[in-house]
C-alpha cells in the first residue's frame, strides 16, 4: 500500500486516517499545510498510510470474521511494513510517534498498546476506544484483543506494561461540540490511571465539533507544546 512523506528531519509521526479515507486524506483536509510550520523546521518527518477499514468494519457486504481477520493484518503491515520503512528512511534511534482522529485515533491508540517497544508514543483525537462501537454486534476474541477499553483493564504482562508505562507521550484528546464523545476519553483514560500509565487528557469546549477544524488546530498545538 502506498505511503507518502512530508520533511526531512525530526522525529517520526505516522498518521492514521480517520474511516474509509486514504493516504492523501491529512494533505487533502490541509492538516499538513497546519503542520507545516514544524515540518519544515525539521522537528518531524511525517508519514500518512491507507485504511483498510473499507476492507473492513466499514464494509456492509463482508462476514464479521473476515473483518477482524483484515483489521489484524492491517495492525501487522504497520508493525512489519511501515515501522521498518519509517526506520529506513530515518534511523534506527529515530522516535515513532502514532496518531490519528475518530476511528484512526482507535487504530493509533490499539497500535501503540500493542507494540511499545516500536511505537514510542500516541496522539488520539476524537476516539472511542471500544471496538464494538463499530462491529455491529460481532464479538469474539480477536475483537477483544483489539478494543483497547476490554483488553487494557485485563493486561497483566508486566514486561509490556512497563514499556508503555515508559511513554511520555500518551496523549487523548477530544471537543465537546457536535459528534465528539468526551466521556470515551475520560473512561479510557481511567483506565490507564488504574494501570499505572501516565497520560495526557485534554477535552476542549463545546466550539470544537468532530471535524477537521478541529484536528487541524489540537495536532499543531500537541507538536508545538508537548514535544
Known amino acids: ?32 499545510d497546519a503542520l507545516a510550520p514544524q515540518i519544515n523546521a525539521g522537528k518531524m518527518k511525517v ?24 483489521h489484524k493484518q492491517f495492525n501487522d503491515y ?8 519509517i526506520k529506513t528512511h530515518t534511523s534506527a534511534d529515530t522516535p515513532v510517534y502514532i496518531c490519528g482522529a475518530s476511528f484512526g485515533a482507535l487504530h493509533s491508540m490499539n497500535l501503540f498498546l500493542q507494540r511499545p517497544d516500536l511505537i514510542n508514543g500516541v496522539i ?16 469474539d476474541e480477536d475483537v477483544y484483543f483489539n478494543s483497547p477499553q476490554h483488553y487494557m483493564p485485563n493486561m497483566t504482562d508486566h514486561n ?4 508503555i508505562r515508559k511513554s511520555s507521550h500518551i496523549h487523548i484528546f477530544t471537543g465537546s461540540g457536535a459528534y465528539e464523545d468526551p466521556g470515551a476519553g475520560g ?5 490507564l490511571y488504574d494501570k499505572g500509565i501516565w497520560y495526557d487528557l485534554e477535552i476542549w ?16 498545538h500537541y507538536i508545538a507544546t508537548k514535544f
Open 47 to 70: 508519514f500518512s498510510v491507507n485504511s483498510v477499514n473499507n476492507e473492513s468494519w466499514l464494509n456492509n457486504h463482508m462476514d464479521p470474521r473476515d473483518k477482524i481477520i483484515r
Open 78 to 85: 504497520i508493525f512489519n511494513e511501515v515501522i521498518p520503512f
Open 187 to 191: 473512561r479510557f483514560a481511567k483506565i
Open 124 to 139: 488520539a483525537m476524537s476516539g472511542v476506544y471500544d471496538l464494538t462501537e463499530y462491529t455491529k454486534g460481532y464479538y
Open 160 to 163: 509490556l506494561l512497563e514499556q
Open 205 to 220: 469546549g463545546s466550539e470544537w465539533k468532530h471535524d477537521w477544524p478541529t484536528w487541524n488546530h489540537a495536532l499543531p
Open 1 to 32: 500500500m502506498p505511503i507518502v512523506t512530508y520533511g526531512h528531519y525530526g522525529f517520526a509521526l505516522l498518521l492514521v486516517p480517520t474511516a474509509s479515507a486514504d493516504y492523501l486524506e491529512y494533505e487533502r483536509f490541509q492538516m499538513i
